[in-house]
């Protein structure tokens, strides 16, 4: 190993992973500076990140190339005047967002007797959407695949908390769509999703059900789709409960697109 310079050893280290790289530090005072090199960390960060970093909503301070990546990962990023949040799943860097219910396309939204629009639940936006009650429940969220990155297979993430007093969300129904590819897909070709898991045991029902995340909120999955090499689709995925029972109780936050094969839920 002595003959093994620490570029020739960085090199090896840009085809392993993010994690893979850490560990390797380990190994010897060489790796650890091939580990650490902004050239190295470089090939883990998107091809994008410095447009992407232009857009947050504050500064970003970062000394390496390794801190802004681990940044990234452990603090997600607000962009787009705080409506997008950007960050990087850890194991495999590729790109997680999540859109802000203030940018989604919520049925009847703006109508004050049944949405309301607050603060103060300890959101990374500055405000949520609540329901007061309707009978039409139907949130859309939209993302260009060129915000992602190409070749992986995305899930989609309705995140939200319900009220102790929620009622009308024990199911709904989820679908996702390339936009330009179909239109919308109908009721009877959705999936069934147990947004409330409260009154039942989750292992009875076969589909999606809500699961907490680390940072207390509640997410269920919405769809899965792939990203290719194009930048200019549209994917749209659709949270809706459009027949039954009146509904009240739920508060969103937004919506999320993160790899399938992240393990870890920020």
């Not at 199911?171 to 039942?200: K, L």
Request: net charge negative; charged share 25%.
């Amino acid at each position: 190993m002595e003959k093994v310079t620490e570029n020739c050893i960085s090199v090896i280290l840009s085809f392993t992973s993010p994690l893979d790289t850490c560990r390797a530090s380990c190994v010897s005072n060489d790796f650890k500076s091939a580990a650490d090199s902004d050239e190295l960390w470089n090939k883990f960060l998107p091809s994008d990140i410095h447009p992407i970093l232009s857009r947050s909503v504050s500064i970003f301070n970062y000394n390496t190339k390794r801190q802004l990546y681990f940044l990234l990962c452990d603090s997600p990023l607000l962009l787009d005047d705080g409506n997008l949040s950007f960050s990087l799943d850890k194991r495999s860097g590729k790109k997680c967002l999540m859109v802000a219910a203030r940018q989604l396309s919520i049925s009847w939204g703006d109508t004050t007797s049944y949405w309301s629009w607050e603060s103060n639940y300890n959101s990374r936006f500055s405000e949520v959407a609540v329901l007061q009650y309707v009978w039409w429940l139907d949130i859309r969220g939209k993302m260009k695949t060129g915000m992602l990155s190409p070749h992986t297979t995305y899930e989609t993430y309705l995140v939200y908390k319900l009220y102790e007093n929620a009622y009308g969300l024990d199911s709904a129904n989820a679908s996702i769509r390339f936009v330009n590819e179909r239109e919308d897909v109908p009721v009877d070709e959705a999936n069934t999703i147990y947004p409330d898991t409260r009154a039942y045991n989750s292992e009875q029902r076969i589909g999606e059900v809500s699961r907490r995340r680390k940072d207390e909120w509640l997410e269920i999955k919405t769809g899965e789709f792939e990203t290719g090499a194009r930048d200019d689709d549209e994917v749209e995925t659709r949270f809706m409960s459009i027949e039954g029972q009146v509904k009240g109780g739920l508060i969103v936050q937004g919506i999320e697109f993160r790899p399938k094969q992240s393990m870890t839920v920020v």
